[in-house]
């Protein structure tokens, strides 16, 4: 089992920046892929930027160029560094993992709005 605890969230205003981070526990032997997601009311989760164990990384096209993934091994923990944010960035963030043998975990997510 793996366990994630996400961090800063919050209110910003259209164009500033925010930066989430997420700590991992437990299991993090087994983790392969670390990441992020988000989820709007009334819509489904869909991927934001994840990163894998290789540091090969993958971006939703809505915030390539704006949002960066960033992974720290040795304490466990993934970044998502967000520049230039816009109103329809406004969702909960949810930390996602996934482990060498395919089973994903979740974070209880952390809500990021953007007021225009």
């Known amino acids: 089992q793996v366990q994630l605890v996400e961090s800063g969230g919050g209110l910003v205003q259209a164009g500033d920046s925010l930066r989430l981070s997420c700590v991992a526990s437990g299991s993090i032997f087994s983790i392969n892929v670390m990441g992020w997601y988000r989820q709007s009311p009334g819509k489904q989760r869909d991927l934001v930027a994840v990163?894998?164990?290789?540091?090969?990384?993958n971006y939703a096209d809505s915030v390539k160029g704006r949002f960066t993934v960033s992974r720290d091994n040795a304490k466990n923990m993934v970044h998502l560094q967000m520049n230039s944010l816009k109103p329809e960035d406004t969702a909960v963030y949810y930390c996602?993992?996934?482990?060498?043998?395919?089973?994903?975990?979740w974070g209880q997510g952390t809500q990021v709005t953007v007021s225009s």
């Open positions: 990163v894998s164990g290789g540091g090969d990384t």
């Open positions: 996602y993992c996934l482990s060498y043998g395919h089973n994903a975990y």
